[in-house]
């Protein structure tokens, strides 16, 4: 398979507009970073939106009438805007900003679930999730005492959906599971998933750590009542996060922290909460890292989420099959046409972090453990893997790297 | 950095010396690395004057944290259990020969210290307290 085939975009015109990735992790050995899955590196546009917003309009936001005050608000905003439509959602206020992933979960299990779940309801998890879409609902299940039944996943890494079917004849109340996993690289089928769950009346909560900065995400064709992702993952900044939900839910819904900016009006004993999205967002938000999640949506728009998704599927196809010629490699998960590029691996007789650390020395950055999904592991059999995840600034070389180096770890270690 | 994977490492890794299950013992004690899993056990048996007369340890990890079992087990085989109560983050980098490890690799070459700590004391340690325990 030609590397050539694959040729969606310019790539080196890409790569220059990262500055990390021109860095040298040692004289004369350039950086592989194979590690967008925990966090993806920032364009160049994104750092100077950041940069330009602190030197130029820098201010608190629905507050003050001055110049800066309303320069600010305006651009806050509009990243709520360009967020909306980013995904696809019918209105911007159906777009709340949380610190990151994990704090949307946490909205909705506070917020959503707290309020309209009672003693005996069930949810309906999967055992491929992270911890940020496990621990909240074992915190609220022990709290309400409710049901957890959690989706298998079988062996080649998909999520087994005659249990699922079955799971939805007990009536669950809530559905939430990931897009994407962040192990295996599993793209699950939200759009059947949450038809079947709306047909069993129940609301969906989808984890789109993984999907939004890889894919293209509609939420109104995959019909979800719920979306949490994080900015940092998808060449924006960290500290900002995304829970998209139906306004309808949003209205329904009690604040989740109390203080400023969510409120209407207070008195001493007695508070009226803001209109959405504003009374899910108390104190002052991330506001330049809104100004860089609004550059880095621009950015991946200019390349188009498509062409992302095809460079991304050339690659993993290549890597996948560059992998197994490794001597005692096993990778785990589905085959390259339904998977995103992520591949966890582990060596026959090396520890995964050794594996890592091995490769670092080449320059080349993969992450070793269990990638918070303990669950997912025990299921694999398997305490850690080392994990290699590529995005749109990677190139079929670096797998090329990746492969020498793997090779080296095996000589090592004989 | 280069040198983490020396010889030494590698073929303590592969072919330890001092690994297995004592039963019954006098002490045993395991912990793990939540960081990345690494589980280990120790095992001793101890003589009524305090001697540590027979040592052994079980689990998994990197090859660091098990090359760091290996050859502190040995450092420690016919000592006074007291001597291991002296033991710190100094100790272990020269059994394995380092002169630094990262903060992430210190763990695990330190979780051996850990647990035979944990055993002989009879309690838990915070990695804090022996990372800042110089011997
Ligand atoms: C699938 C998935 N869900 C949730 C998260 C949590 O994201 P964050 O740490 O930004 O909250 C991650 C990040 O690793 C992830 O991969």
Known sequence: ?414 | MDDLYRELIIERYKMPHHRGILEPHDISFEDENPLCGDRIRIDLRVAEDGTITEAAFSGHGCAISQAAADLLIESILGKPIEEVKALGRQDILDLLGFEELGPVRIKCALLPLKVLKAGVYGLRHHDSEILSEES
């Open chain 1, 1 to 414: 398979m030609a590397a050539e085939t694959y040729k969606i975009f310019d790539i080196t015109k890409i790569r220059a507009d990262f500055p990390i990735l021109q860095r040298e992790i040692r004289a004369g050995v350039k950086l592989v970073y194979l590690d967008s899955t925990a966090t993806a590196q920032k364009p160049l546009a994104v750092i100077e939106a950041m940069d330009r917003y602190y030197r130029w309009s820098n201010a608190n936001i629905h507050r003050g009438v001055h110049t800066l005050g309303e320069e600010a608000t305006t651009l806050y905003e509009a990243a709520r805007q360009r967020v909306a439509k980013f995904i696809h959602a019918c209105k911007a206020q159906e777009i709340v900003f949380t610190r990151n992933t994990t704090e949307a979960i946490n909205l909705v299990a506070y917020s959503w679930g707290r309020s309209q779940l009672k003693a005996g309801d069930l949810i309906i998890l999967t055992e491929m999730e992270h911890h940020s879409n496990l621990v909240p609902w074992q915190i609220l299940a022990a709290e309400k005492g409710l049901r957890l039944e959690f989706v298998p996943v079988t062996g080649d890494g998909y999520l087994d959906l005659e249990v699922y079917d079955r799971l939805l004849e007990q009536h669950p109340r809530l559905v939430a599971f990931t897009h994407m996993s962040n192990v295996l690289g599993t793209i699950n089928p939200v759009r059947e998933m949450t038809e079947k769950a709306h047909r069993a009346g129940a609301l969906v909560m989808v984890d789109g750590a993984q999907s939004v900065p890889h894919l293209h995400v509609d939420v109104q064709a995959l019909g979800v009542d719920f979306l949490a992702f994080s900015a940092h993952k998808m060449l924006g900044p960290t500290g900002i996060g995304v829970l998209y939900a139906r306004e309808t839910l949003l209205e329904q819904m009690p604040p989740f922290l109390g203080g400023g900016d969510m409120i209407k009006r207070v008195e001493l004993r007695t508070f009226t909460p803001n209109e959405i999205p504003h009374k899910f967002e108390a104190g002052t938000p991330a506001i330049a890292e809104a100004v860089g999640l609004e550059a880095a949506i621009a950015y991946l728009e200019s390349v188009g989420m498509e062409a992302i998704e095809a460079h991304e599927r050339g690659l993993i196809a290549y890597a996948l099959e560059r992998l197994a010629e490794v001597p005692g490699l096993k990778v785990y998960g589905p085959a390259a046409n339904h998977r995103g590029g992520v591949a966890s691996f582990v060596m026959e007789g090396v520890h995964p972090h050794d594996v890592a650390q091995i490769l670092d020395r080449e320059g080349i950055a993969v992450r070793a453990g269990h990638h918070c999904a303990m669950p997912l592991h025990q299921k694999l059999g398997a305490v850690a893997t080392t994990r290699a995840s590529f995005y749109l600034y990677n190139t079929y070389e670096e797998v090329d790297r990746l492969i020498e180096a793997l090779h080296k770890v095996r000589a090592i270690f004989g």
